[in-house]
T-cell receptor, first 112, second 115 residues
Framework: SQQGEEDPQALSIQEGENATMNCSYKTSINNLQWYRQNSGRGLVHLILIRSNEREKHSGRLRVTLDTSKKSSSLLITASRAADTASYFCATDEAGGYQKVTFGIGTKLQVIP | DADVTQTPRNRITKTGKRIMLECSQTKGHDRMYWYRQDPGLGLRLIYYSFDVKDINKGEISDGYSVSRQAQAKFSLSLESAIPNQTALYFC??????????????FGEGSRLTVL
């Protein structure tokens, strides 16, 4: 079964609004990463947060991590039509396995 | 030129045929991965490799095999393709974040259709 699960699976907002996506995972992790995928293309890395970090910012992106709840959130502020894409969380599992597994993704549509 | 190159980009084949998907990278990374993507299922890990002699099974390795021919090359084979292996396949590489895995860099994908 997959490590991560994003919520919601689909999200539609107006341009200028904020978009929040959540990710839950099952096992202990070394770090958690968020990726973006435009339709049918390769994934592009957005941000990495280590297991000992609680919050991280990059431009209009804010990521939080709560290891006690095994969850993370990605906030995109002041969304743009160009943010329309699918967003995935990925976890680097702890315990020596070091395999990186992905969730099922959130499909974000930003309406101009 | 792309840092992670996958060939072929598209392939249509028939049930029972042997198929090889190839991946090469110029990032100089040790770690390489093969994932498949199906609608509604996200990306699932097939195999991953931390160097030429270190290959590990992922979540869904049955029906697949891999070969790490060199640090820069990691190929995925379907020995006898079946229709439910129709999917979009991605190769990825990563460096390290300290002792752990860092950012993954993805190829553009190989779309495989098995009839």
């Amino acid at each position: 079964s997959q490590q991560g699960e994003e919520d919601p699976q689909a999200l539609s907002i107006q341009e200028g609004e904020n978009a929040t996506m959540n990710c839950s995972y099952k096992t202990s992790i070394n770090n958690l990463q968020w990726y973006r995928q435009n339709s049918g293309r390769g994934l592009v890395h957005l941000i990495l947060i280590r297991s000992n970090e609680r919050e991280k910012h990059s431009g209009r992106l804010r990521v939080t991590l709560d290891t006690s709840k095994k969850s993370s959130s990605l906030l995109i502020t002041a969304s743009r039509a160009a943010d329309t894409a699918s967003y995935f969380c990925a976890t680097d599992e702890a315990g020596g396995y070091q395999k990186v597994t992905f969730g099922i993704g959130t499909k974000l549509q930003v309406i101009p | 030129d792309a840092d992670v190159t996958q060939t072929p980009r598209n392939r249509i084949t028939k049930t029972g045929k042997r198929i090889m998907l190839e991946c090469s990278q110029t990032k100089g990374h040790d770690r390489m991965y093969w994932y498949r993507q199906d609608p509604g299922l996200g990306l699932r890990l097939i195999y991953y490799s931390f160097d030429v002699k270190d290959i590990n099974k992922g979540e869904i390795s049955d029906g697949y095999s891999v070969s790490r021919q060199a640090q820069a090359k990691f190929s995925l084979s379907l020995e006898s393709a079946i229709p439910n292996q129709t999917a979009l396949y991605f190769c990825a590489t990563s460096g390290r974040q300290g002792p752990n895995t860092g950012e993954l860099f993805f190829g553009e994908g190989s779309r495989l259709t098995v009839l």
